[in-house]
């Protein structure tokens, strides 16, 4: 997991990557002090496209908002291929409003008397063509494949009339109401006294007719707008709530994953998809585990791989048969001996799982941990990390008041050296998973991300590709309480963050507002 840029950072001795210094780079939609956030405004999705020049949030009322990066273009090439130049990248990374669309709006089904809501559950970019962006957008039942592409302008310049044909209004040209009186023009250039209703009566015909049709000029302006377009829309294939959506490699392709089924769709065909997983016993109280989130591998087309609430991730493989109802991998850790309790399944259940960058580790995320597998090696994770340990004293409150089911969401750096996830109180964490790295930092979704951050002794995790049996769990040192003294906000949470594809950027959403981070 060394591979891509390093960032310009320095290792320590150890050879590990020196600890990133994180810096406050821009928001949109800050929230002022005291003012209440609209349920509809809070964000739900973020995803960076492949080249990390745009960057789209969905929210809970049904928009999609996109942003694009503004500080490579008068140099033109990302980050790297400018280190590679020597060119100076501290200055920090800029991106700017590029233009928003409602992508779904609230439905009901009368067959099941259900409402279903229009909040942006996933959002996935597809592959750029002829400078058009092309995007997948799904709420809880509805996919829908969106392009969005800078059209020109285009504007009656002027109205081609001969303004010395003209007469009853002093020769004006400007105006071109139907009236019922005007003489009709015969074929051989006289006119008729009959009433003809296509014409303005501004202008009467010459004797001798008109020569030729004179039409209303339009000509192409240098201006643009941005046109968003609803290309395909997915529907009916789910009867639960659509949880994941994922392009697959090659394409052409996508899957979409509810509770108990994953569908694989093609994106130019929207009438039909195919069951390529199905969970579902044939009596529904014999249900025991529910699909909580899918993705395609990043470069083997025949592979993907689902996570489950018991906290297992399944790796399988298209080539073996039709429906996968059996996998290729199982990746799950087992039970200390006595540690089960009540919460025991419920905080075991995996929120959200992402494959490295090169496809050869996957990231998890329980309710109290991030887990890395090693794809070659079904076990156990390679490296576990504490996201907040302090919080198990509390489970019985966060129970009461359904926080335990909150879906926290992960990823991981480009060159796959860290992972970053949510917690409470607005906070993140990022964490080195490089070889002896002991990088562990706690920071807020704010304009001073350090205020908060408490630095704790961190021991070693255990080195990817080293022989260790054993896996060493990071980040249990951090209590409830900062360095400031202040307690956890358990309902300021930062559920959604995206990393930049090949730099040390992350974007995060924090209720409303998106905030955004460089190293």
Request: glycine share 6%; net charge negative; charged share 25%.
């Amino acid at each position: 997991m060394n591979s891509g840029d390093g960032g310009g950072e320095t290792s320590t001795a150890a050879g590990a990557p020196a600890p990133l210094e994180w810096n406050f780079s821009q928001v949109f939609g800050e929230r002022a002090a005291g003012e209440e956030v609209q349920e509809v405004d809070i964000i739900s999705a973020i995803e960076f496209d492949r080249t990390g020049d745009h960057l789209a949030t969905g929210d809970r009322g049904g928009r999609v908002v996109l942003f694009e990066r503004t500080d490579t273009k008068d140099h033109g090439g990302n980050r790297r291929d400018l280190e590679q130049m020597d060119y100076s990248v501290d200055r920090q990374p800029e991106f700017r409003y590029k233009t928003e669309f409602q992508s779904h709006e609230p439905e009901f089904d009368y067959l099941k008397s259900l409402e279903i809501e229009e909040k942006i559950n996933k959002i996935r970019w597809c592959q750029a063509a002829n400078g058009a962006l092309f995007l997948l957008s799904t709420n809880d039942k509805t996919i829908k494949f969106w392009k969005v592409q800078e059209k020109k302008v285009k504007k009656v310049a002027d109205i081609n009339v001969n303004p010395s044909k003209a007469s009853g209004n002093g020769g004006s040209t400007a105006s071109s109401s139907v009236c019922a009186s005007p003489r009709q023009c015969l074929d051989n250039g006289g006119c008729s006294d009959q009433p003809y209703n296509s014409l303005s009566n501004d202008f009467l015909f010459p004797p001798g007719g008109i020569p030729s049709l004179r039409l209303p000029v339009v000509v192409t302006s240098n201006e643009t707008s941005l046109l968003a377009r609803c290309r395909r829309v997915y529907a009916h294939a789910h009867d639960y709530h659509i949880n994941s959506i994922s392009n697959n490699s090659d394409g052409e392709t996508f899957i979409s994953a509810d509770d108990l089924r994953i569908n694989l769709w093609n994106l130019e065909i929207s009438n039909q998809s195919f069951n390529i997983v199905d969970v579902k016993p044939a009596n529904m109280e014999d249900l025991t585990e529910v699909i909580t989130s899918a993705e395609f591998h990043p470069t083997h087309c025949n592979m993907l791989a689902y996570s489950s609430s018991k906290g297992s991730i399944r790796l399988i493989d298209l080539r073996q048969s039709a429906l996968c109802d059996s996998h290729s991998k199982l990746f799950e850790e087992s039970e200390a001996p006595g540690s089960r309790s009540f919460f025991t399944e419920i905080i075991a259940s995996i929120s959200d799982v992402k494959f490295a960058r090169d496809g050869r580790y996957l990231l998890s995320r329980d309710y109290m941990t991030l887990k890395l597998w090693d794809i070659n090696m079904d076990s156990g994770p390679v490296a576990a990390f504490q996201v907040h340990e302090y919080l198990r004293p509390k489970l019985c409150d966060l129970y009461e008041n359904d926080s335990i089911f909150d879906k926290f969401e992960c990823c991981l750096s480009g060159d796959g050296l860290r992972v970053a996830t949510g917690s409470y109180s607005n906070l993140f964490r990022v964490f080195g998973c490089a070889a002896g790295s002991t990088e562990e930092t706690t920071l807020e979704a704010s304009k001073n991300p350090m205020r908060r951050h408490v630095q704790t002794p961190s021991r070693p995790s255990r080195a990817l590709g080293s022989s260790i049996t054993r896996v060493v769990k990071r980040g249990a040192e951090n209590q409830g309480i900062d360095a400031n003294g202040n307690t956890f906000d358990f309902s300021s949470k930062l559920l959604h963050l995206a990393w930049h594809p090949s730099e040390n950027s992350i974007a995060c959403a924090a209720s409303n507002s998106l905030y955004m981070y460089y190293a």
